[in-house]
């Protein structure tokens, strides 16, 4: 809707510069003092509604609804190693990047293979022959997923492969994106990323990851009812800087989302850190309502591990939490879990929490972590 409809015709005779049917009435209609002195007011406040008028419109612009903001997933990035468990992943990464209108890259790794010193020249020229049907067969993978994201959703795909660390190469791509999506590795299979590497991915990637459960995607129909995918959100919050990081990470996809459940959990007997945990939920429910996003704050109690839990868990922290999470998100019927990854490099080791493994190692969604 154009601001200019509010105007009135005195303010048209300011701004076309005095002349024309209009502006001759009103000279004709306004040539005393007090007359002048009332087109003055007329003219402030005509221009006090236009830059009200102006701030309704950015505030509810189609744009805004559409999700053109500085918030807003414009590229996406897919990493794709196998023929079963990343077709998981990509479809769900096609799907959003249809739904969102972004672009989409899938990326391709091959296993860098020695042929260099130490190998005779009949074996190096295998080795090269190896690595050759690697990338033929890798890139025959890509271009079949892409031909279906053409057909499927008029989307087009850039399929990149590269040789080099899984890892590494991820997190460069990953620099020029908004979102990555990788796949949770089947123990069966070889296709998707370890605990390990999706360890060391989180805690160097510069945007959020979401990884895929190599289970697969259940239809978005049958889970939340939802023709579309990412619509039930459960956030879990702790009130730390990673869980921070995750909400603002995922605020595009939280403002699609028709359910979002703000979930912390306080440990049961403890009144002051109950009272303290659900005021840091009315918080993070404020700030995303400001954004637009209504969630529901749920606060669940967590009772002390036993020691046989602890020993039959081995000695693993918050694994109960985990459980809790997936359980609470099975009730609720979300299709994706949004938290805060947690981890730090000590010596040469990476050292996961308690919480950010277990949902690597056992999700039944897919999860969303930022570090």
Known sequence: MPAWWLVPEVTLM??????GPVQARLRRRNRSPMAAASIADLFDESRRKIRAMERLLRTYSPLADEGFSMASIRDLVVHVNDDVVSRHAFELASSLAADLGAGLMA?????????????????????????????????????RLAAGARQRHDLAVDVRCVDGDPVEVLQSHARAADLLITSQRDPAREGGLSTGQSARLLVGAAC??????????????AVSGEAA??????????????????VRDALPLLARASHVELVSFAKDGQSDGSSQRRAALERMVTYLARHGVQALPTLLSQAEASVGERMRRGGVPDVAVAEALLSHAADMHADFIVMGGYGHSRLWELVLGGVTRTMLETMTVPVLMSH
């Open 208 to 221: 959020p990851v979401l990884t895929v459960p190599y289970v697969g995607l259940p239809a978005a129909e």
């Open 14 to 19: 300011r701004i076309n510069g005095g002349s």
């Open 107 to 143: 990326v391709l790794v091959a296993a860098p293979v020695n042929a260099g010193v130490g190998l005779s020249a009949e074996t190096a020229s295998l080795a090269q022959q190896l690595a050759q049907a690697q990338r033929r067969t890798l890139l025959g993978i890509g271009d």
């Open 229 to 246: 995918p990412l619509r039930r959100a459960l956030v879990a919050w702790a009130d730390t800087r990673e869980s921070a990081r995750a």
